[in-house]
Structure formats: C-alpha cells, structure tokens
C-alpha cells in the first residue's frame, strides 16, 4: 500500500512538473504573440508610411513632368519667336536692297 502511495505521488509530481512546464510554454506563446502583433503594427504603419512616400514621389513626379512640358513649350515658343525675328531681319535686308537697287546704289 505504501509502494502504491508513493508511486502515485510520483504520479501526481510529474504531472504537476508537465503542468508548469504546459503552463510557462503557454506563457512564452503569450509573449511572443504580444512580441509579433507589436511587430506586425510596426509594419504595417512603415508600410502606411512608405505608401505616403511613394505618393508623394508620385506627384512630384508628376509636377515636374508638367514643369518639363511647360519649360519646352516655352522653348518652342521662344524658337518661333527668333525664327520670326530672324525672318523679319532678312526681309527688312532684302527691301533696303531692293530700294538701293531701284535707286540704282547696288551693282
């Protein structure tokens, strides 16, 4: 009867061992779980984060395109323009030397 005593608290003793051993595992878990769900809200705001950027680049982008668009423009104009002035020029040069021809000064 004795034998049967202590070979059931032997029983009683690695169970109550299996239990805290259960039970810190299930703590550990805990931790980690707290560990990973901080870790996922830190990414997931570094991703909010880097989407706000990539926006930002975006438009940026995007607004110096429309500067690039403007400044050729701008270009093109001021080419128009020269060409114009250069036409004017030449043709102001060719009525002087129709004149001078007319007046007979231009061989």
């Given at each position: 009867?004795?034998?049967?005593?202590?070979?059931?608290?032997?029983?009683?003793?690695?169970?109550?061992?299996?239990?805290e051993y259960v039970a810190s595992k299930c703590q550990e878990l805990n931790q980690l779980e707290?560990?990973?769900?901080?870790?996922?809200?830190?990414?997931?705001?570094?991703?909010?984060s880097l989407n706000d950027e990539k926006s930002n680049l975006e438009l940026t982008a995007a607004s110096?395109?429309?500067?690039?668009?403007v400044g050729i423009f701008k270009y093109y104009c001021w080419c128009e323009l020269y060409y114009f002035s250069c036409c004017c020029t030449h043709l102001r040069f060719l009525l002087s030397a129709h004149r001078l021809l007319?007046?007979?000064?231009?061989y």
């Amino acid at each position: 009867m004795q034998q049967e005593q202590e070979r059931l608290l032997d029983g009683q003793s690695l169970l109550n061992q299996r239990e805290e051993y259960v039970a810190s595992k299930c703590q550990e878990l805990n931790q980690l779980e707290k560990v990973l769900e901080v870790s996922k809200a830190n990414i997931e705001k570094e991703l909010r984060s880097l989407n706000d950027e990539k926006s930002n680049l975006e438009l940026t982008a995007a607004s110096l395109s429309q500067r690039e668009e403007v400044g050729i423009f701008k270009y093109y104009c001021w080419c128009e323009l020269y060409y114009f002035s250069c036409c004017c020029t030449h043709l102001r040069f060719l009525l002087s030397a129709h004149r001078l021809l007319l007046r007979g000064k231009l061989y």
